[in-house]
């Protein structure tokens, strides 16, 4: 691919193809400088496409404390719920017979520095620093990598990489400097870089586990108390309300979160002010010195008298932090301060309270350790908390069931997950949407779970492993970050991960021995989703390595051209192929006998950043040693924004940028000719076989029966374009694999 340099010789852009891989090499050659910043054919300022997207705040906002203060509070509804309402299920989830006084003192100093070393130093401290431009979660350390390490080789998730990257506003590689070793090895290692890649998939596939168990043990837990109240509720009668709450929980995702999370924030800070108080009401009445507890010999205490079966507690003590994940996950709803506010000041406080006030009552009441709970409330506010619970675990579950959502959009953009159905259920906040093939399938799941271990312990076992690995990905992910991108010294960052590996590693090593006892789970569903992932990228791979390989040449495509007649108006012609032209276009023009006016070959490009703006969404150039009128475009987007198609804006858009690399007044106004003689759109709709024996029987059957399968049950291209379906045209063609 070639651009033409424009009217002043300012920009020449090149594509050299490295082979059938198709992991062609980009240079971008300045003359004279810039004319954008972008290194782009960019779009005129005074297009409206910037409203189309939706695109959000470009520069830095400075929030005043009032509004830091409303933030905080609308947090509490949208990430503390899981985090808010694990002493539903901690202590309850201990077994430990015969336990004393020193037992339960134990047990809560673990339960403090858990609480503080895991989620207010690792979390609130560090993790949050390291968001893509306001965004977080396990794909934002990955976006953040992929924009300071040049990843190539033969990667799971497809690598593009220009040299104008670097100038887009979103990109966070904004200065050259020597780079780091760490950071060489990882360039020079394609089996370092996969392995990276490996890691964000197997993290993005728990958080999906960590999706249906959420909502299983947060409502089951809250739902449990009401036995306490008469002998004739039994277990499975428990189940049973709890399965009616889920069916109805994920019946009304349809109806978009915007419709019932105003309600999210009043209800959890009820909920927190309630647990703190009641809190500190057990322990003036029960144990005053309870929080002497923070004193960490009494873990050593605590080890020392029960041996193993202290060791085994720990699967049961690390649900305290289940959730935490969520306050870097959901961070694009809000800003760092706001969510660190909330913490420090509500949520870590009334933890603090509830754990220890839980504490100080068992100490009276050994006995009550399976209730903890629900008997450690005073008598007459048995019921208002027993509504508060319910509503505080639906709000749990809803936090869990959107962030499940948002990482199959993500997933989708970046090209590492089938195309699913997306619909946006809210028109003011982008990051609002519902997936329905997710959402029934995360309701078969919780469903199953929930009837399949009627509300044993199976449930917090497969909760506690899904959580723990979220967690060592993360610090694993962080490390590389550390020295990478911070640039911080690599002795500190190997103590950073020597300290979080050790203490995560204790509570793994206590969770994989109840991986029988329900352990299994979020494995099997994270299988599930990786079989999935898996399959769709090597399906991916295999069809864009057949199209560079079998690319039709300029000599060839000039002869397609001359052969077929001109008829009025504008062709998009979508291609994977970043250089050449796709075999199926051959296909095309032997069947239609003709082209369009103005042909363009548009390859939609995702890249590792959170957003484009409009004014760098396209790259453009003529296509040489073929007649005037076909045109090579790239349409850019980052792994947040909205790929909407629909409309004239599109069209008139990308005519625009088209104009700025014209050859000349009479290529201008032919392009406005064939724009107003209207658009069609050409999508290919291919087929893989693979017949090829050196592929070995697994790949074929992955090609010939996975990728295929899910190609024809989710949607295709147009569905995740949002494209005119009466302007668009579908070739099929067939590519066989050898």
């Given at each position: 691919m070639?651009r ?5 010789g300012?920009?020449v852009?090149?594509v050299?193809?490295?082979?059938a891989?198709?992991?062609?090499q980009?240079?971008e050659?300045?003359k004279n ?8 054919t ?5 297009m ?8 959000r ?6 929030f005043?404390a009032?509004q830091?203060?409303v933030?905080s509070f ?6 503390y719920g899981d ?28 339960i403090?520095?858990?609480?503080t070393l895991m ?6 401290l560090?993790?949050l620093?390291?968001d ?6 396990t794909?934002?350390?990955y976006s953040l990598?992929?924009?300071?390490v ?11 990489r ?11 590689k904004k200065?050259?400097r ?16 996969s392995?990276?890649t490996?890691?964000?998939l ?5 958080l999906?586990g960590?999706?249906a ?7 089951l837990s809250a ?7 008469s002998?004739?509720i ?6 049973m309300?709890t399965?009616?709450?889920?069916l ?5 995702q349809q109806?978009?979160?915007s419709k ?5 924030s ?19 009445k029960?144990y ?5 507890a923070?004193s ?5 205490y ?5 041996g193993t079966?202290?060791?085994?507690q720990?699967?049961?003590?690390i649900?305290?932090?289940?959730g ?5 996950a ?9 969510i660190q506010?909330a ?16 504490a100080?009552?068992?100490i009276?009441?050994?006995a009550?350790?399976?209730?903890a709970?629900?008997?450690s409330?005073p008598g007459p506010?048995f019921w208002p908390m027993?509504v508060?619970?319910t ?10 069931i959107?962030?499940?959502?948002s ?7 970046l090209?590492?997950f089938p195309r699913?159905t997306v619909?946006?259920?809210?028109d ?5 949407v519902?997936?329905p093939e997710?959402n029934?399938?995360l309701?078969?799941?919780?469903i ?10 199976e ?12 967690m060592?990905?993360t610090?694993?992910?962080m ?15 190997a ?6 590996v ?5 509570y793994?090593?206590?969770l994989m021995n ?8 979020p ?7 990786l ?25 060839e ?7 077929s007649?001109r ?9 994977d ?9 051959r296909?095309y023009?032997?069947?239609?006998g003709?082209?369009?006016e103005?042909?363009v070959?548009?390859t ?11 004014e760098e969404?396209?790259?453009?150039a ?10 090579r475009?790239?349409?850019q987007?980052g ?6 198609m ?5 069209l008139?858009s990308?005519v625009?940028?088209?104009k700025?690399?014209a ?8 392009m ?9 759109v050409?999508?290919g ?5 693979a ?10 059957f992955?090609i010939?029966h ?8 989710f ?6 374009l949002?494209?005119?379906?009466e ?10 694999i050898?």
């Amino acid at each position: 691919m070639d651009r033409r340099a424009d009217k002043n010789g300012d920009v020449v852009l090149e594509v050299d193809s490295a082979g059938a891989g198709g992991n062609g090499q980009t240079r971008e050659h300045e003359k004279n400088g810039d004319t954008n910043g972008s290194g782009a054919t960019a779009l005129r300022p005074s297009m409206s496409f910037s409203q189309a997207y939706k695109t959000r705040h470009r520069t830095p906002q400075v929030f005043t404390a009032w509004q830091t203060a409303v933030l905080s509070f609308q947090s509490l509804g949208i990430v503390y719920g899981d985090l808010g309402t694990s002493p539903l299920y901690v202590f309850p989830s201990v077994v430990l017979p015969g336990a004393g006084e020193r037992d339960f003192l134990g047990i809560l100093s673990l339960i403090l520095w858990t609480l503080t070393l895991m989620s207010l130093v690792k979390y609130v401290l560090l993790v949050l620093r390291a968001d893509d431009h306001g965004e977080g979660g396990t794909f934002a350390l990955y976006s953040l990598l992929r924009q300071h390490v040049n990843f190539g080789g033969s990667m799971p998730v497809r690598v593009t990489r220009l040299a104008s990257d670097l100038h887009l506003r979103f990109h966070s590689k904004k200065k050259q400097r020597e780079p780091s070793w760490v950071q060489t090895v990882l360039e020079r290692s394609t089996a370092l870089q996969s392995c990276v890649t490996y890691t964000v998939l197997l993290g993005t596939c728990m958080l999906m586990g960590d999706g249906a168990l959420t909502p299983a043990i947060s409502v089951l837990s809250a739902v449990q108390g009401i036995q306490s109240r008469s002998p004739k509720i039994e277990q499975k009668h428990v189940v049973m309300l709890t399965v009616a709450i889920l069916l109805l929980l994920f019946l009304f995702q349809q109806l978009g979160t915007s419709k019932v999370s105003f309600s999210f924030s009043p209800i959890m800070l009820v909920w927190f002010a309630s647990i703190a108080m009641i809190g500190l009401y057990n322990i003036v009445k029960y144990y005053p010195p309870v929080l002497k507890a923070v004193s960490p010999h009494y873990i050593y205490y605590y080890f020392a008298r029960n041996g193993t079966a202290g060791w085994e507690q720990l699967g049961a003590i690390i649900l305290c932090i289940t959730g935490a994940e969520a306050m870097f996950a959901d961070l694009g709803h809000f800003n760092k301060a706001s969510i660190q506010v909330a913490f420090s000041t509500v949520v870590y406080p009334s933890l603090i309270l509830a754990y220890s006030g839980q504490a100080a009552y068992l100490i009276k009441n050994p006995a009550d350790l399976s209730t903890a709970f629900y008997s450690s409330i005073p008598g007459p506010l048995f019921w208002p908390m027993f509504v508060v619970s319910t509503l505080a675990a639906i709000v749990a579950s809803q936090s869990l069931i959107s962030a499940s959502f948002s990482i199959i959009r993500q997933s989708i953009n970046l090209g590492c997950f089938p195309r699913a159905t997306v619909r946006h259920t809210s028109d003011k906040y982008e990051g609002q949407v519902y997936c329905p093939e997710v959402n029934y399938l995360l309701m078969v799941l919780c469903i199953l779970i929930t009837v399949g271990f009627q509300g044993g312990p199976e449930i917090g076992h497969a909760f506690g492993v899904a959580v723990i690995w979220v967690m060592l990905i993360t610090t694993a992910l962080m490390t590389v970050v550390m020295v990478v991108i911070w640039e911080v010294r690599p002795p500190y960052a190997a103590a950073f991960f020597a300290a979080y590996v050790a203490i995560e590693g204790m509570y793994m090593s206590s969770l994989m021995n109840k991986m029988a006892q329900g352990g299994w789970v979020p494995f099997a569903i994270t299988a599930f989703f990786l079989v999935i992932t898996l399959s769709w990228t090597y399906g991916r791979k295999k069809k864009s390595e057949y199209e560079a390989g079998n690319m039709i040449s300029g000599a060839e495509l000039a002869g397609i051209v001359a052969r077929s007649a001109r008829v009025p108006g504008v062709c998009f012609f979508f291609t994977d192929l970043m250089n050449g032209v796709p075999p199926i276009v051959r296909h095309y023009a032997e069947h239609t006998g003709c082209l369009r006016e103005l042909l363009v070959f548009v390859t939609v490009r995702t890249l590792p950043v959170t957003s484009v703006l409009p004014e760098e969404r396209f790259l453009v150039a003529a296509v040489e040693e073929v007649p005037a009128g076909v045109y090579r475009c790239v349409a850019q987007y980052g792994y947040m924004d909205k790929q909407d198609m629909e409309g004239d804006e599109f069209l008139e858009s990308v005519v625009a940028a088209l104009k700025d690399v014209a050859g000349g007044a009479g290529e201008a106004a032919m392009m406005d000719r064939a724009r107003r003689s209207g658009v069609s759109v050409v999508i290919g709709r291919t087929i893989l076989t693979a017949t090829g024996a050196k592929l070995g029987w697994f790949r074929r059957f992955v090609i010939n029966h996975m990728y295929r399968f899910l190609q024809k049950n989710f949607n295709s291209s147009i569905a995740t374009l949002k494209m005119d379906h009466e302007k668009t045209l579908q070739v099929g063609n067939r590519y066989k694999i050898e």
